[in-house]
Each structure stands twice: as C-alpha cells, then as structure tokens.
C-alpha cells in the first residue's frame, strides 16, 4: 500500500534559519504529493503541490520538488518565521486508491525570535 | 475556493450520550467526503469514506455501529458517534476531493475536536 515517511519532530529554529522537512514516499501508481500545515487548534491549509515528477511546488517562501529517483518530496523554506511555527504534513493521493490522501506522521516546527 | 464547514469546531459530552458532527461543501457538491481523525500530536487517520446516495466505506479497524456516516445530499455529509466513550475524544477533520464538481482540490473542514466526558 502507499505511505509516507517524514522526519519526526520537533524541530527548534531561530527566525531567519533554514528549514528543511523531509519526506520520502512509496506508491504503487503516480502520486500527486502535498506538503499541508496545521496551526494550533486548526484544520489543515495545503501549502504546496507537486502533481508530476520534478515538478516544483512553491508557496509562501516554501518549496518542494517531486523527486522520483529518490521518492521524495522534501519542504525547505530559507529564512523562516516566528509565525511558521506549525505542523507540517507530508501527503500523497493516488488515482489508484481513490484519491484518498495518505499522510505522514507530522512535523512539528517551533521557531524562536 | 471551495469551502467545507465543519460543525461543531468543538463539543464536550457526557459518556454513552452520541454526538453528530456535520460537514457542508458551501459552494460546489460533494459526491465524496474523507472522514479523518486525529490524536493529539498525532498524524491524520483516514476513518470512512462517504458517498452520495450510497453506503460509506470504512477503513479496517473502524466500528461501523460505533462510527456512523451518512451522506444525504451533495452538500451534506455527517459523521455520528453514537455511545461515545473517553477513548473517543479525538480531533476530526471532514475532507472532500477534487472532481469535477470540485476544481479547488482537497478542501479540509476546521476540525471538531470532541472530547468525551
């Protein structure tokens, strides 16, 4: 079956750091992958997407590109934000599974001034 | 974009009593709606899948009797836990794919976090 596998939290930064996320998935089809982020208390807001191989999702000063060769799809932001502290999700959806959306186990982020 | 709302964002409830948390797909229709649920620091777990005008799919492990769905109109897909226990206090979160009534993609409900008392 399809999973995600991303790095496990929590990860501490100063403002202006640079943050890396990673995460690495496997699929029996072509997945579209998503990074989504979770504030406290709050649903899920996507952030990226990336629908086909080397495809580049950017938003917001994130990024990620869809590697195939290496199955992953790692999120880098390069000066990151007190108000980027969150929960970062990792997430596939495969046309073969009915487009259910399959996640990765959250990363904490926590970024200090 | 699309927008599904979620309700209620949070309940409290006495043990044994059911609770019904609605979600609505304010401005297309959703044939499909992906029930989650989430533990606290905890990944997203896919419960149920409901469709329109048929049963919902459960994933392995999910009570059916414990967990109801109902999905009664293209706009509207409820998700009832009947006889709710301590372990069931948990956050969950209502999801409607992209389709062709849904152009915007994944569109989340805000969750409704239901602690059981």
């Known amino acids: 079956g399809n999973s995600v596998t991303q790095m496990e939290g929590p990860v501490t930064l100063s403002e202006e750091a640079f943050l890396t996320i990673n995460c690495t998935y496997t699929a029996t089809g072509y997945p579209s992958l998503f990074w989504y982020v979770q504030y406290p208390g709050e649903g899920l807001q996507l952030l990226l997407k990336a629908t086909k191989a080397d495809d580049k999702g950017s938003n917001k000063g994130f990024e990620a590109t869809y590697r195939k060769e290496t199955t992953s799809f790692h999120l880098e932001k390069g000066s990151v934000q007190v108000s980027d502290s969150a929960v970062y999700f990792c997430a596939l959806s495969d046309q073969a599974a009915g487009n259910k959306l399959t996640f990765g186990g959250g990363t904490r982020v926590l970024v200090k001034p | 974009g699309a927008v599904v709302s979620q309700h209620p964002s949070w309940v409290i409830c006495k043990s044994g009593t059911s609770v019904k948390i609605e979600c609505r797909s304010l401005?297309?229709?959703?044939?499909?709606m992906f029930w989650y649920r989430q533990f606290p620091k905890q990944s997203l777990m896919l419960m149920a899948t409901?469709?329109?005008?048929?049963?919902?799919?459960?994933e392995q492990g999910v009570e059916k009797d414990k967990f109801l769905i109902n999905h009664a109109s293209l706009t509207l897909s409820t998700l009832t836990v009947t006889s709710a226990h301590p372990e069931d206090s948990s956050f969950y979160i209502c999801?409607?794919?992209?389709?062709?009534?849904?152009?915007?993609?994944?569109?989340f409900g805000s969750g409704t976090r239901l602690t059981v008392v």
């Open positions: 401005d297309f229709q959703a044939t499909t």
């Open positions: 409901s469709n329109e005008g048929s049963k919902a799919t459960y």
């Open positions: 999801s409607a794919p992209p389709g062709t009534a849904n152009l915007y993609g994944y569109t």
